[in-house]
T-cell receptor, first 112, second 113 residues
Framework: DGGITQSPKYLFRKEGQNVTLSCEQN?????MYWYRQDPGQGLRLIYY???????QKGDIAEGYSVSREKKESFPLTVTSAQKNPTAFYLC???????????FGPGTRLLVL | GDSVTQMEGPVTLSEEAFLTINCTYT??????LFWYVQYPGEGLQLLLK?????DKGSNKGFEATYRKETTSFHLEKGSVQVSDSAVYFC????????????FGTGTRLTVIP
């Protein structure tokens, strides 16, 4: 089955700790995206990548970092610089342009 | 800048009732418009889309018409079911091939038997 997987489903972070969220897709999509969802708000774009070894900042990139070493994978690291990391994080992939985005099931990050 | 304003919820309806969720947009160019649905504990799924004025997107009994004169893209369904309970997001892409979506705040729909 083709699709997007995100792991873990829930993740807990201690103060000052970096954590990495996984996103894998087997859809052969070139583009991948990370969004953050807060209660009562729409999704906001953190980072996106249109091709391997290249990525661009979205609207709220501060405190986050990404890598795109493989086409299938686009991990997101929430660094200690992100002061309010508690949110639901959604990964998406597509063939180019947002009209073709497919979303993963999401990871909920909580701060201890 | 580009943005989407969505009807605030939550919305609670009885089964078989008529649904309308309002969405209006602001855009400088020729945007594409989308409705996404998020079921409990899941990611977003594209429900329907429209890429130019007067287009009607439809899927699973839901419809929305791209109205440029009123800058609106309201979601409608004639008879909702319990299984339609979810959060619905209106979204805008500034132009074909753009790399960003602007989302509304979401509207939670609960359908009771």
């Amino acid at each position: 089955d083709g699709g997007i997987t995100q792991s873990p489903k829930y993740l807990f972070r201690k103060e000052g700790q970096n954590v990495t969220l996984s996103c894998e897709q087997n859809l052969n999509h070139d583009a991948m995206y990370w969004y953050r969802q807060d209660p009562g708000q729409g999704l906001r774009l953190i980072y996106y990548s249109q091709i391997v070894n290249d990525f661009q900042k979205g609207d709220i990139a501060e405190g986050y970092s990404v890598s795109r070493e493989k086409k299938e994978s686009f991990p997101l690291t929430v660094t200690s610089a992100q002061k309010n990391p508690t949110a639901f994080y959604l990964c998406a992939s597509g063939t180019g342009g947002v009209e073709t985005q497919y979303f993963g099931p999401g990871t909920r990050l909580l701060v201890l | 800048g580009d943005s989407v304003t969505q009807m605030e919820g939550p919305v609670t309806l009885s089964e078989e009732a008529f649904l309308t969720i309002n969405c209006t947009y602001t855009a400088t160019g020729y945007p594409s418009l989308f409705w996404y649905v998020q079921y409990p504990g899941e990611g977003l799924q594209l429900l329907l889309k429209a890429t130019k004025a007067d287009d009607k997107g439809s899927n699973k009994g839901f419809e929305a018409t791209y109205r440029k004169e009123t800058t609106s893209f309201h979601l409608e369904k004639g008879s909702v079911q319990v299984s339609d309970s979810a959060v619905y997001f209106c979204a805008l892409s500034p132009r074909t091939g753009a790399n960003n979506l602007f989302f509304g705040t979401g509207t939670r729909l609960t359908v009771i038997p």
